[in-house]
């Protein structure tokens, strides 16, 4: 009997015991080809032998050195690396666990660099439907994802929510999808005028929508009328790349892509690559230095910060990423995967869209293709699809509540980004034959 506490009591998982490449092997022997990287976190696939040597030689010299005491020199080379490489004025790293940390920094960060600059007033977070950021309580809040939020709403922190940039079923008839971006994007400043302008610390979404949509990308000029707004109103712009980021989705950080730069930018998952859990949150000098020239202390703090293991096996990741010079294979692998879906589902009559961009794709799935109809919630299309994929071999993350928090379904491909085309071709014919298990053409 286990006595390990699960995600979900009635479903015990198996063991799993060994992971190569793009694939994991359960204590059965089976194989799985890994086509979401977890929760696209494994973007060098399994036993890559450069990292787990850099995390051995680390174990070597040094496990832990508190940064209430010390910074360490992995934490220093890490910090350094990602800087180089940042969007705008982006300037320092501060160092965490995960992802839902890192936006929890963000929020913390936010409110006392305000106190810091003498406007206090502001203290009021906008963010957008469907959206996720992580699972904390400050996280949980700031993200649009009704269903998650919905047990613990009496716990959280108010926040409010504009729509999301979601042309496949925003975009009007008889609108260019410039004009539908400007749109949703203009939703901003009329949020911010209703709350006060002066109330309003920061807006936070992510480059690409990735769990609670599937990988749903912003129309041409979206972000750059979001990051315009944020400017006149003096709100900081706070990007979540914690899925999205790091190569995933093409460029280094996703936000490049949109040709806007952030004030706050969290990233995670493929920092680490799963060899060790690590996130950091990012953030301008301008942010740094009304810390530094004023109270001189962030009031915030965690025991694992900058951990020297994981801040070496990060580095280590960082830069393969960039050596190994996988950015553009994850640009031409994603274009073949995104074809490759397409022939096949393309025209199928319960696929209503296939998006995404780099290695971070979707499929939304749909009762009726003409009208985009869902299929009803209480058929848990999403939750058949992922047990007959995981049946057949393949992880993927197939989610529910995809249009509202309660209608839609999609399933989110985030594969390693050492995927060949045989692989491609497995993931493409597993994905086919769990779709014809869960919901036959």
């Given at each position: 009997m286990s006595h390990v506490f699960p995600r979900h009591t009635?479903?015990?998982?198996?063991?799993?015991?060994?992971?190569?490449?793009?694939?994991?092997?359960?204590?059965?022997?089976?194989?799985?080809?890994?086509?979401?990287?977890?929760?696209?976190?494994?973007c060098l696939g399994h036993g890559d032998a450069e990292i787990i040597d850099a995390i051995k030689a680390q174990l070597d010299r040094m496990e832990f050195a508190h940064t209430g005491f010390f910074t360490s020199e992995e934490a220093e080379s890490l910090a350094d690396l990602l800087i180089q490489h940042a969007p705008g004025n982006i300037d320092r790293v501060y160092l965490v666990s995960g992802?839902?940390?890192?936006?929890?920094?963000?929020?913390?960060?936010?409110?006392?660099?305000?106190?810091e600059i003498g406007q206090p007033s502001r203290h009021k977070v906008i963010a957008?439907?469907?959206?996720?950021?992580?699972?904390?309580?400050?996280?949980?809040?700031?993200?649009?994802?009704?269903?998650r939020r919905e047990p613990f709403a009496p716990l959280m922190i108010d926040t409010t929510h504009i729509s999301p940039c979601y042309a496949y079923r925003g975009q009007a008839e008889d609108e260019s999808s410039f004009d539908y971006g400007q749109r949703m994007a203009n939703e901003l400043e009329t949020e911010i005028l209703r709350l006060g302008a002066d109330q309003v610390m920061a807006f936070v979404a992510e480059p690409v929508v990735g769990a609670?949509?599937?990988?749903?990308?912003?129309?041409?000029?979206?972000?750059?009328?979001?990051?315009?707004?944020?400017?006149?109103?003096?709100?900081?712009?706070?990007?979540?790349?914690?899925?999205?980021?790091?190569?995933?989705?093409?460029?280094?950080?996703?936000?490049?892509?949109?040709?806007?730069?952030?004030?706050?930018t969290t990233i995670a998952k493929g920092l680490g690559a799963g060899y060790q859990p690590i996130g950091a949150m990012l953030c301008t000098d301008t942010i740094y230095s009304a810390i530094e020239n004023g109270s001189g202390f962030f009031q915030h703090g965690h025991t694992y910060l900058g951990h020297p293991v994981a801040c070496a096996a990060a580095r280590a990741?960082?830069?393969?990423?960039?050596?190994?010079?996988?950015?553009?294979?994850?640009?031409?692998?994603?274009?073949?995967?995104?074809?490759a879906l397409k022939e096949r589902f393309g025209e199928h009559p319960h696929i209503g869209d296939i998006r995404g961009r780099g290695l971070l794709l979707g499929m939304e799935f749909v009762h009726d293709r003409e009208t985009r109809a869902a299929f009803d919630?209480?058929?848990?299309?999403?939750?058949?699809?992922?047990?007959?994929?995981?049946?057949?071999?393949?992880?993927?993350?197939?989610?529910?509540?995809?249009?509202?928090?309660?209608?839609?379904?999609?399933?989110?491909?985030?594969?390693?980004?050492?995927?060949?085309?045989?692989?491609?071709?497995?993931?493409?014919?597993?994905l086919d034959q769990a779709l014809k298990a869960t919901i036959p053409a």
């Open positions: 009635k479903v015990p998982p198996p063991v799993a015991i060994s992971g190569e490449g793009v694939y994991l092997f359960d204590r059965e022997g089976k194989q799985y080809i890994d086509a979401s990287g977890g929760a696209a976190v494994s992802g839902s940390e890192a936006i929890e920094a963000s929020l913390k960060l936010a409110r006392q660099y305000y106190l957008r439907l469907q959206s996720y950021h992580g699972n904390t309580l400050g996280a949980l809040a700031t993200g649009g994802n009704l269903w609670t949509m599937g990988a749903v990308t912003a129309v041409e000029g979206y972000f750059k009328r979001i990051r315009e707004i944020c400017d006149q109103y003096g709100v900081l712009l706070i990007l979540d790349e914690v899925m999205c980021g790091m190569g995933r989705t093409g460029s280094l950080f996703a936000c490049e892509q949109e040709n806007v730069a952030p004030d706050i990741v960082v830069a393969a990423i960039l050596e190994r010079n996988l950015i553009p294979r994850v640009q031409s692998q994603g274009e073949k995967l995104m074809s919630p209480g058929l848990g299309i999403n939750r058949a699809f992922k047990k007959a994929a995981f049946e057949a071999g393949l992880i993927c993350y197939p989610m529910g509540g995809t249009i509202d928090g309660k209608q839609g379904d999609h399933v989110l491909l985030a594969p390693p980004f050492i995927i060949d085309d045989d692989h491609i071709g497995e993931i493409v014919d597993k």
